[in-house]
């Protein structure tokens, strides 16, 4: 869900790969940034937005990630000298990243789906038509809609008995966030496969709708061209510029007090008008459908390990904000518990790290009642930021599943699992 973010495929050189350009990133370097004041952080946050030569990967609390190109990064230097900010190196070689991570293999893993690497979304798909076909009495296929390139946006429901409240989670809304994905499998596969006593009542005593990937067009585009992409792939009339943040599309006080751009070439471009994104109104249209179901609407986002409640688009605070972070400190407190010992922070989406207008959970929130709606970013805190190792991905689905046992235990002692409809 990071804002701000400006990649466009002339920050790195197009090289041939298996027969199709990729974007690379090679020699490009992360730095952390202390800032002293907000104007700081605003003057490195536009350095970004005015040049294809930079890249902000996340930006709050005085604290600034921004990737550089080699051949640019003396202006960056001259600034930080200037006014002697502090300035750190998270990652030495963002390429070095995308290769590692793409050239992960398991013998474990080889001819089956699993979870010590990335999949492409044929991948994906496969595995939910196996799973249907695996279990044809507890789950179903959910048709959420097509995207602009013509795709099919796929989720499955898995429900073991009627009456049982509904937690719906919506994933890869940003296309490069992958281990988002590969939690939102992993997750699926747990609550149909996990003998653990404390999991099967999760599983069982809810509904479960998940969509592993919304971006359906922009996640394929991360696999064939361009990892760090973040967009939609819709064309924008009268711009070269392609895509929209998704995430800043929603009908819910869509563009207001700075939480979303109107620059196409922006990675917070809000799109022409809300639901301008077919991906976004097929998903709005969907869980309008069934909102009556639903308690828990959850975003799955990387990276920052923080639970962001409702509002992103105003710092007031929602009326029922104490219940809402006591369900947070409650997964944040079981995932800091795990030998791990990974942190995760709270508080509203405008608080705890910026202005975002129009995002999934204000909208849940809002406008569908939902009054349990988060956005949670995954790990990490920077260092590998959106390109998570492999190998990390099987102990951050374990902490997920520990914040959701938590998460789910409080909303229900706090009375917010009572079935909201009759059949």
């Given at each position: 869900?990071?804002?701000?973010?400006?990649?466009?495929?002339?920050?790195?050189?197009?090289?041939?790969?298996?027969?199709?350009?990729?974007?690379?990133?090679?020699?490009?370097?992360?730095?952390?940034?202390?800032?002293?004041?907000?104007?700081?952080?605003?003057?490195?946050?536009?350095?970004?937005?005015d040049s294809k030569n930079f890249n902000l990967w996340h930006s709050g609390?005085?604290?600034?990630?921004?990737?550089?190109?080699?051949?640019?990064?003396?202006?960056?230097?001259?600034?930080?000298?200037?006014?002697?900010?502090?300035?750190?190196?998270?990652?030495?070689?963002?390429?070095?990243?995308?290769?590692?991570?793409?050239?992960?293999?398991?013998?474990?893993?080889?001819?089956?789906?699993?979870?010590?690497?990335?999949?492409?979304?044929?991948?994906?798909?496969?595995?939910?038509?196996?799973?249907?076909?695996?279990?044809?009495?507890?789950?179903?296929?959910?048709?959420?809609?097509?995207?602009?390139?013509?795709?099919?946006?796929?989720?499955?429901?898995?429900?073991?008995?009627?009456?049982?409240?509904?937690?719906?989670?919506?994933?890869?809304?940003?296309?490069?966030?992958?281990?988002?994905?590969?939690?939102?499998?992993?997750?699926?596969?747990?609550?149909?496969?996990?003998?653990?006593?404390?999991?099967?009542?999760?599983?069982?005593?809810?509904?479960?709708?998940?969509?592993?990937?919304?971006?359906?067009?922009?996640?394929?585009?991360?696999?064939?061209?361009?990892?760090?992409?973040?967009?939609?792939?819709?064309?924008?009339?009268g711009s070269d510029c392609i895509g929209a943040d998704p995430n800043r599309?929603?009908d819910s006080h869509w563009m207001e007090n700075g939480g979303a751009s109107?620059?196409?070439?922006?990675?917070?471009?809000?799109?022409?008008?809300?639901?301008?994104?077919?991906?976004?109104?097929?998903?709005?249209?969907?869980?309008?459908?069934?909102?009556?179901?639903?308690?828990?609407?959850?975003?799955?986002?990387?990276?920052?390990?923080?639970?962001?409640?409702?509002?992103?688009?105003?710092?007031?605070?929602?009326?029922?904000?104490?219940?809402?972070?006591?369900?947070?400190?409650?997964?944040?407190?079981?995932?800091?518990?795990?030998?791990?010992?990974?942190?995760?922070?709270?508080?509203?989406?405008?608080?705890?790290?910026?202005?975002?207008?129009?995002?999934?959970?204000?909208?849940?929130?809002?406008?569908?009642?939902?009054?349990?709606?988060?956005?949670?970013?995954?790990?990490?805190?920077?260092?590998?930021?959106?390109?998570?190792?492999?190998?990390?991905?099987?102990?951050?689905?374990?902490?997920?599943?520990?914040?959701?046992?938590?998460?789910?235990?409080?909303?229900?002692?706090?009375?917010?699992?009572?079935?909201?409809?009759?059949?």
């Open positions: 869900m990071k804002a701000f973010v400006i990649v466009l495929a002339s920050l790195a050189t197009l090289l041939a790969v298996g027969g199709a350009s990729k974007v690379r990133y090679d020699n490009f370097k992360v730095f952390k940034i202390r800032t002293k004041s907000v104007e700081q952080q605003k003057w490195i946050e536009k350095l970004a937005s609390n005085k604290e600034v990630h921004i990737m550089v190109n080699p051949q640019k990064l003396i202006n960056l230097q001259n600034y930080t000298r200037s006014y002697s900010l502090p300035m750190e190196v998270m990652v030495s070689n963002v390429q070095s990243l995308i290769d590692g991570e793409q050239s992960t293999r398991s013998a474990d893993d080889t001819s089956s789906f699993g979870w010590t690497r990335y999949y492409p979304l044929s991948a994906i798909e496969a595995f939910l038509d196996d799973i249907l076909t695996k279990y044809p009495s507890v789950t179903s296929a959910i048709d959420i809609g097509t995207s602009y390139e013509g795709r099919k946006i796929r989720g499955i429901k898995i429900s073991y008995k009627e009456g049982n409240p509904g937690i719906f989670i919506e994933s890869n809304i940003h296309a490069r966030e992958w281990i988002t994905s590969a939690t939102a499998t992993w997750l699926i596969n747990e609550l149909l496969t996990s003998t653990d006593e404390k999991v099967r009542n999760l599983a069982e005593n809810h509904d479960w709708y998940i969509v592993p990937v919304l971006n359906v067009d922009g996640f394929a585009y991360t696999h064939t061209t361009d990892r760090m992409w973040r967009k939609t792939r819709q064309p924008v009339d599309n929603y109107s620059n196409p070439c922006d990675e917070t471009y809000a799109g022409s008008q809300p639901f301008s994104e077919p991906e976004v109104k097929a998903l709005a249209d969907y869980v309008a459908s069934i909102k009556d179901r639903l308690n828990i609407m959850l975003a799955f986002h990387s990276y920052s390990q923080v639970l962001l409640s409702p509002y992103g688009w105003t710092a007031d605070l929602p009326s029922n904000f104490d219940d809402l972070m006591a369900v947070a400190k409650a997964y944040a407190d079981a995932v800091e518990s795990l030998p791990y010992g990974t942190v995760y922070t709270y508080g509203t989406s405008s608080g705890a790290m910026y202005f975002a207008s129009g995002a999934t959970n204000d909208w849940a929130y809002s406008e569908q009642d939902i009054l349990l709606s988060f956005t949670i970013e995954f790990r990490d805190t920077g260092r590998y930021g959106f390109i998570l190792p492999p190998i990390q991905i099987l102990p951050h689905c374990e902490e997920t599943m520990a914040g959701l046992l938590a998460f789910v235990e409080k909303a229900d002692e706090l009375g917010y699992l009572n079935v909201k409809y009759t059949f």
